[in-house]
Each structure stands twice: as C-alpha cells, then as structure tokens.
C-alpha cells in the first residue's frame, strides 16, 4: 500500500548498481518500489564508490539506466583523478567521496595539494551543477574555501565526516554549500532547517543504507510549513540541478 503523500518528491541520494566491497546490488526494480510505495516521483541514483573506483565505465551504465528509466537523475561519480562532470553526457550533478582516502573513515589531505584541483574546481564552477561531498569536517572547510561558488551538497548533514553541529557552524553563513537529510535524526534536521533555512536542506534515502519510507517520514513529520517542506522534498534539487518542471511518466 502506497504512503500518503500530498507532495512533489524527489530523493536526492540513493546507490544504484553493484557494490563490491558490501558484495551486494542495488537493482533498479528495489528502487522503484521504495518509490512507489512511498509516492516518489523522481530518483536520484549514483554508483557505489568501491565499483566507480574500480571501473569508472559505471558511469556510462548510470547514464545508461537513466535513459532506459525516466524517473532517473544520473549523478557522476568524480574519478580520483579530478575530472569535473561532463554535463554534456547528462548529468544532473556528481557525487565526490573521500577522494584517495579511506572510504568512509579517513580523508587524504595530499589531496588538497593536487596541483589538479584549482582546475577541477574551476571547470565545476562552469557546469554549475551540484556536487554531493563526502569528507571530513576539516577537509571540507579546506575544500570550501577554495570553491568560490562551487555548489557543494553535504549528505547525512555532515554524520559521516564528523559532528553535525560542527557543519553546520563551519558553513551557516555559506550559501553555496547545501545538505542532505539521510541517516540523520529529526530533531538534527530540525536545527539545520531552522538554523540555515529549509532553502538548503534536501531530502535523501541513501539507499540501501536506509529506506525511502523511514527517511521520508521524518520531513513529513518536521513541524514547519508546507511550503518549506515543498522545498526540502523536492524544490531545492530541482533549482540546484537546472531539471525545472519536467515531469516524469507516471506510476
């Protein structure tokens, strides 16, 4: 039985394709019936990273599903040599994670040193689509300051890189840089929204780390208005990623 849901929904984190550290896959017929029984409308899907590492032709095969699958937004996984999304493929946005560094847990500051990453940097800002973030506070903050207007999104509002709350005071006053909700707590997302807007806040799954109706359910029960949760559930990805008002065939 569907999920009650009265709003435009778009899930801005979820892995799709084979993972092979974890040994498992995500396969598109899980996802759409997350979405389904939820009411989700469209589906924003990237590779694992131990398999984009591996093998960055995962890729192609996101893009690939993407067409097959309308209710798709393919993100790119950012290769650890630095090359910027190639927007002219149709990608909706990149996803960057503990580049070099250990996946999850340790981030390689030599990084920050590449010589490659001024115009990594430089060639994002033209494509001016979003880039979901995945590193450590201290990192992050480095990473940021030389970004310009680079949009960055954070996920998990910053869990897996340290505190929350630290996040949210290293970047409360940075307009460019956004976060996603997966994993995180109501009350957590409650003081983001609050505290930097619901104009910044996205709603993510992370599939298959969690489920679309449990981290659905904590937006829906945030007490603010409708309006901003039309924004955090589906408004700001939209405007973040250009994709407007298309509209995606139905269930």
């Given at each position: 039985?569907g999920m009650?849901?009265?709003?435009?929904?778009?899930?801005?984190?979820?892995?799709w394709?084979?993972?092979?550290?974890?040994?498992?896959?995500?396969p598109?017929e899980?996802?759409?019936?997350?979405?389904?029984?939820?009411g989700?409308?469209?589906?924003?899907?990237?590779?694992?990273?131990?398999?984009a590492?591996e093998d960055e032709?995962i890729?192609e095969s996101?893009?690939e599903?993407c067409?097959?699958?309308?209710?798709?937004?393919?993100?790119?996984?950012?290769?650890?040599?630095l090359?910027a999304?190639?927007?002219?493929k149709g990608?909706?946005?990149g996803?960057?994670?503990?580049?070099r560094?250990?996946?999850?847990?340790?981030?390689?500051?030599?990084?920050l040193?590449d010589?490659g990453l001024?115009?990594?940097?430089?060639?994002s800002?033209a494509v001016d689509l979003?880039?979901?973030f995945?590193e450590?506070?201290e990192f992050?903050?480095?990473?940021?300051?030389?970004?310009?207007?680079?949009?960055?999104?954070?996920?998990?509002?910053?869990?897996?890189?340290?505190?929350?709350?630290?996040?949210?005071?290293a970047?409360?006053?940075?307009?460019?840089?956004?976060?996603?909700?997966a994993l995180a707590?109501?009350?957590?997302?409650l003081?983001?929204?609050?505290?930097i807007?619901?104009?910044?806040?996205l709603?993510?799954s992370?599939?298959?780390?969690?489920?679309?109706?449990s981290e659905?359910?904590?937006?829906?029960d945030?007490?603010?208005p409708d309006?901003?949760?039309?924004?955090i559930l589906?408004?700001?990805?939209?405007?973040l990623?250009?994709i407007?008002n298309e509209?995606?065939?139905?269930f």
């Amino acid at each position: 039985m569907g999920m009650e849901n009265n709003f435009e929904v778009i899930d801005s984190h979820t892995h799709w394709g084979n993972s092979l550290t974890m040994e498992m896959t995500v396969p598109t017929e899980e996802i759409l019936r997350q979405a389904e029984e939820c009411g989700i409308q469209r589906i924003v899907i990237f590779p694992f990273p131990s398999t984009a590492i591996e093998d960055e032709s995962i890729n192609e095969s996101v893009l690939e599903e993407c067409r097959k699958e309308q209710r798709f937004i393919p993100y790119y996984y950012i290769p650890e040599d630095l090359r910027a999304i190639p927007s002219e493929k149709g990608f909706k946005g990149g996803k960057w994670h503990w580049t070099r560094g250990v996946q999850d847990a340790k981030s390689n500051y030599r990084v920050l040193q590449d010589p490659g990453l001024d115009r990594f940097i430089r060639e994002s800002e033209a494509v001016d689509l979003p880039i979901v973030f995945e590193e450590e506070l201290e990192f992050t903050v480095s990473f940021a300051a030389r970004a310009g207007s680079l949009k960055l999104i954070i996920p998990h509002l910053g869990l897996l890189g340290g505190n929350p709350k630290d996040f949210l005071k290293a970047f409360k006053d940075r307009r460019n840089i956004y976060f996603d909700t997966a994993l995180a707590s109501s009350n957590t997302i409650l003081e983001f929204v609050k505290e930097i807007g619901a104009d910044r806040v996205l709603f993510g799954s992370d599939i298959p780390f969690s489920t679309m109706r449990s981290e659905l359910g904590k937006i829906f029960d945030l007490p603010i208005p409708d309006e901003e949760k039309a924004l955090i559930l589906s408004g700001n990805l939209k405007r973040l990623t250009g994709i407007g008002n298309e509209k995606s065939s139905e269930f």
